[in-house]
């Protein structure tokens, strides 16, 4: 178990340009969800995925976010166009069962700064 | 609207002191409750799950559900001050929705 590891750990890019972020979940794990984070909140979920079914989108995310998870391995989330306010800690966590008791396994984050 | 609740503190224990950390959560039909400790520019980590009313020990922490009151509590025993951290308070809500977290209550314990 090596764990949900994600990519790049930091980002600086300049306001406008498209950004993508990779997260590789633990391996026997068939959900994979997409949070976000920012200074003194708890994550916010944006999307998750079963396989690679995306099954559920949070209406806070904007049509510039796209995530995808080809082959129900790892994920990729763009944001297109990027804004001040996409500034924040972008998490990816797994899960190994589809019932409600279902704890989420964090990657260590991309942090993302648009400038 | 589906809330998770949590004073955001600081909460300031002395070394060796029972810290009592607090959540509460709106929808009643909620199944799952867990909670995670984070370390400043780290990500969560998952420290205790609790799926029926009452008390679950694992080693110095203590999770307490309530779905009457809709509340659900850690009590870190001993506390050090590598215990130091914020805590995060969440919950699966009805229809097996993703986990809702609530923004967290930072614990700093004094040596």
């Known amino acids: 178990d090596t764990g949900v590891s994600q990519d790049p750990r930091h980002k600086i890019t300049k306001r406008g340009q498209n950004v993508t972020f990779r997260c590789d979940p633990i391996s026997e794990h068939n959900r994979l969800y997409w949070y976000r984070q920012t200074l003194g909140q708890g994550p916010e979920f944006l999307t998750y995925f079963q396989n690679e079914a995306q099954l559920e989108k949070s209406r806070l995310l904007s049509d510039r976010f796209s995530a995808e998870r080809p082959k129900g391995s790892f994920s990729t989330l763009e944001i297109q166009r990027t804004e001040q306010g996409d500034s924040a800690m972008y998490l990816c966590?797994?899960?190994?069962?589809?019932?409600?008791?279902?704890?989420?396994?964090f990657g260590n984050g991309t942090r993302l700064t648009v400038t | 609207q589906k809330e998770v609740e949590q004073n955001s503190g600081p909460l300031s224990v002395p070394e060796g002191a029972i810290a009592s950390l607090n959540c509460t959560y709106s929808d009643r039909g909620s199944q799952s409750f867990f909670w995670y400790r984070q370390y400043s520019g780290k990500s969560p980590e998952l420290i205790m799950s609790i799926y029926s009313n009452g008390d679950k020990e694992d080693g110095r922490f203590t999770a307490q559900l309530n779905k009457a009151s809709q509340y659900v509590s850690l009590l870190i025993r001993d506390s050090q001050p590598s215990d130091s951290a914020t805590y995060l308070c969440?919950?699966?809500?009805?229809?097996?929705?993703?986990?809702?977290f609530g923004k967290g209550t930072r614990l700093s314990v004094i040596a």
């Open positions: 969440a919950v699966n809500m009805q229809g097996n929705t993703p986990l809702v």
């Open positions: 966590a797994s899960s190994s069962r589809t019932g409600l008791n279902s704890p989420l396994h």
